[in-house]
Structure formats: C-alpha cells, structure tokens
C-alpha cells in the first residue's frame, strides 16, 4: 500500500470536511454570534465532541484496531467475524444505558462541565436541553468509530475520512431550513447533529456488507463478554481513553474554568479551537489513522526495522506540514478569524478575542499533531502503562500552568496550557520510544531542520509583511474581496515556504513510502 497516496486521499476527504465545518461555523457564527446561546450550545456539544475525539481518534481505535488487526493476519476471517461481533454487540448495550443516564442526567453533566452557568438560570437550561438533544449521538458516533476501525484494517479509508462531512451537511441543512422556523435558532444545530449522526452510521454499512464485516448484535451481552479478545481490548482501552485525551480531559476542566470567566470566553475558545483543529485533523489525525494498521502489522508479524521506519517517515511528515502551519496561526491569526467567523453578531471584539486565543493555541500545535502520532507507536505494541504514566504527569501540568496564566492572561491562558502541555505529552512519548528501542531515528534530521527553519523564517516574514497591508476588521462588508485577500496571503506562504525547501533540496520523491 503506498502510504503517501493514501495519506493524500484522506487528507482531500478530511479537507472536505474541515470546509464544511468552517461554512457550519460560519453560519453559526452569523446567526448566534458569541453570546450566552452560543456558549450553551459549546458546552452542549462538547461531550459528544469529546467523546468523537477520543473513540474515532483516540481510545477506541487504539484498543481495537492492533487486536482486529492480529486476528485478521494470523486467526482467520471467521475468528476475526466473532470477535467484530462481540465487539458491537457490548458496545451497542453500553452506549444504549450510557444514553439514557445521560438524557437523565444532563443537568449534572452540564453543572460539571460549566459550574459558572449556574448563575444564570436561562443559559443553564438552554445548555440542558442541548444536551439532552445531543447525547444520543454519542452512541451513534461510537459505533461510527468502530465500523471505522474495522474499514481502516482492510485499508479501506475513504468512508470512514468522508463520514464526518455528512455532520457538517446536516447542520448546514438545518441553519436553512429549520433554524428559520424556530423561535430560538441555535436548537436547529443541536437536531442536527442527531441527524447527522444517523446519516454517518449509515454510509458505512454497505462498505461493511462489502468485506464481510457488518456487526451482528446479540441479545446476549454476557456471552459476549467471554469473548478473551473483547477482554483484552476492554483491558487496554480503559487507560487508553485517559492516556489518548489528556488534552481533551484538559480542554473539558478549561471549558468549566472559561465559564466562570466573561461571557463569550467559552465562545472565543471554541472557535480558536476549530481553527486549530483544521491542520490538526488533516494531518495528525489522519496520518494516525494511516499509520496504525500498518504498525500493528509490523509488530504482529515482528518486523522492528520496519516498525520504526514507519514512525520516522511520519514524524518528517508532520514536521514538513505542521510546523508551517503553526506559523500560519500566530502569523496570521487575526484574517483567520475575520474571514471565518467575522459576520453577523461576532463583532470585531470576539474576533480579537478568538484571535488571542489562536495564537496560543498555535504555540502548542506541533505537539498537538505529534501525539497523534507517536502514541500508535506505543498502542500497535500494547503497550498502554507508558503513556498512561505520561498522560497523568501531562494532566497535572497543564492544571498547574491554568493557575499562572489565567490570572493574567484569561482565556488565553487557557489556550496556552493545553498547547504546552500536548507539547510535554509529545516530548516524553518520544523520548521513551527511543529509550525502549521502539523507534530509532534514520540519518539526515540535523539537515532536515536546518533546511526547514530557513523556508519557516523566510514564510513568516512574508505572512507578517503582507498581514499588515491590511485592516482586516475594517472589511467586514467587503467579505468577498477579504476572503479573497486571505487565499492571496496562504497561496503566497506556501510558495515560498515550499520554494525554499525545494531550493535547499527536499523532493516529492523524498517521502513517497510503501508499506509492506
């Protein structure tokens, strides 16, 4: 399989999603702005949100896939068939009673994720009732996940990368046509994520159906439990979860601290997310997805060499496009946010505010990146105890560093714990790969970031130079002309910064990988 070219693939269908994502955040923005209803409806999603990152890019598939993928080389189509569905089969029951205490218990999930809203009654209960309209898609999202895992071991990307556009449509959808209708619009984008939840289970099942996979579920959970895989996934998932999302355990106890803060601040620290999110998806979690079934074969069948060149060609990957990216960010963080986000009720303040906050997160986005990829390192071996270790040291700090920058910096401080700490997350993993002889770095990195820092420099300077020859808010009503000054600006980073590393010798060729 040649990884770059599947890599590719997943990166134009993840692009897809990210546009998509962008327009929903548009017309959320142009139609809630950041106010009380949007930061209701934040703190509403981010529990199936949180649960999206750490099933379909984290946890889940971390546990899941390595095993799938050991039964699948060496145990055969029928033994790989049982465990498929006894897999699904508990996770069905358990996503079903976690649904329901969740309905139940909304008011509880919402006091604990966002203390400060208490205060204010009506806030409180628009949050409730947005929770409650969402948590069902916790379930069906998970079970996304694990149709998703099954089609990524039989290298089937495509479905799995697209799925998530299907989300963005629905809200898209429904901000024309059922926003409109409702006497408070921001509960159209909470019906739409069920529905979009529904349509993104259902666009696996024929790919499903076509390699033989699609689940069978029991109504007997119990047997399924006997299952010694299922035992062994459940074993290691566990610390997984915690291990895979101590960012996202942080951005959580951030959003509880956000809320005792201005209003609005949830909001600024959402959208400065999304935006981070953008390259971190397109890369991070995409190349981790195209690394792990090829590292868990490598380790089934123990080829180490292999292994480890496997890491090594995925951490120049990330270095060549997020480091560039991260640059973008800080460099160009204010026509960002304008051309995303300026419309409507986000008024030039949320813009300055969001932008702040870009900027930290932008500082940490390397690491971000990074984690996503050198934990499969660890999890294609089973090996959960290390980064679970980390993951407990990195939660701390990241507590730690709240309490100096949110006196003074506010939200931004909260924006910059996450990113640092991801950062000390990325650098102990690698660390401890190299010491367990997991990863073994080839030849030519000192001249690799040599090279890289002079095209970095020379892009920064471009992106500075050309960010000040306009007054981005001051266009607000121009937006077309603003967006079209924004791609003028990005076209013109990235030919330098791809210029100059071709000028300094990096080649296409260069990073072309084929998996055995």
Avoid at 289 to 307: C, Q, R
Avoid at 456 to 480: G, I, P, R, T
Wanted: net charge positive; with cysteine.
């Amino acid at each position: 399989m040649n990884l770059l070219k599947t890599l590719a693939t997943m990166s134009s269908m993840t692009m897809l999603s990210r546009i998509t994502g962008l327009i929903r955040d548009m017309l959320f923005a142009k139609l809630i702005g950041a106010s009380a209803y949007s930061d209701a409806y934040y703190i509403a999603f981010r529990i199936p949100n949180l649960l999206r990152r750490v099933f379909a890019e984290g946890a889940f598939s971390q546990a899941f896939v390595p095993i799938l993928a050991e039964y699948k080389n060496q145990q055969g189509h029928d033994a790989t068939k049982s465990l498929v569905n006894s897999v699904a089969t508990i996770l069905t029951w358990c996503l079903l009673i976690t649904s329901f205490i969740g309905v139940v218990a909304a008011p509880l999930f919402v006091y604990a994720l966002a203390s400060g809203f208490v205060s204010n009654p009506e806030k409180f209960n628009v949050t409730v009732v947005m929770t409650r309209i969402m948590f069902p898609y916790i379930g069906m999202i998970s079970l996304v996940a694990l149709a998703g895992g099954i089609l990524n071991t039989w290298h089937e990307f495509k479905i799995p990368a697209f799925s998530p556009v299907l989300l963005n449509v629905s809200s898209i959808g429904c901000a024309f046509l059922l926003a409109p209708q409702l006497a408070q619009p921001v509960y159209a984008f909470a019906i739409a994520v069920v529905i979009g939840g529904v349509l993104q289970l259902a666009i696996q099942i024929p790919a499903l159906i076509k390699i033989g996979m699609l689940p069978k579920i029991s109504l007997k959970p119990i047997a399924a439990f006997q299952d010694p895989a299922v035992k062994r996934i459940l074993k290691n998932m566990g610390p997984a979860i915690f291990a895979v999302s101590a960012s996202q355990i942080s951005i959580l106890i951030n959003s509880n601290i956000a809320s005792q803060l201005a209003t609005g601040s949830v909001s600024w620290l959402y959208c400065a997310d999304r935006l981070m999110e953008f390259p971190t998806a397109l890369l991070g979690v995409t190349l981790g997805t195209v690394l792990l079934p090829s590292l868990s074969k490598a380790n089934s069948v123990g080829d180490h060499e292999e292994y480890s060149s496997l890491l090594d060609w995925g951490l120049r990957l990330t270095f060549l496009l997020a480091l560039p990216a991260a640059v973008g960010l800080a460099t160009l963080s204010v026509p960002l946010t304008t051309v995303l986000f300026h419309y409507g009720k986000f008024d030039g303040l949320a813009v300055i505010q969001t932008s702040h906050a870009l900027v930290a997160y932008g500082i940490g986005l390397i690491g971000l990146i990074l984690v996503k990829i050198l934990a499969p390192g660890f999890y294609a071996k089973q090996n959960i105890k290390t980064p679970v270790k980390i993951a407990i040291g990195v939660l701390v700090a990241t507590q730690i560093m709240n309490s100096i920058f949110v006196p003074s910096l506010a939200h931004v401080g909260l924006a910059l714990s996450v990113g640092l700490g991801a950062c000390l997350n990325a650098g102990f993993l690698f660390a401890l790969l190299k010491r367990h002889g997991i990863y073994k770095p080839q030849p030519g990195w000192l001249f690799f970031f040599i090279k890289q820092t002079g095209a970095l420099l020379l892009m920064a300077a471009v992106a500075l130079y050309l960010n000040s020859q306009f007054d981005w808010v001051a266009l607000q009503k121009h937006y077309y002309l603003r967006a079209l000054y924004l791609t003028g600006v990005l076209s013109a980073c990235m030919f330098v910064y791809f210029v100059s590393l071709f000028a300094m010798g990096f080649r296409f060729a260069d990073f072309r990988r084929i998996s055995k």
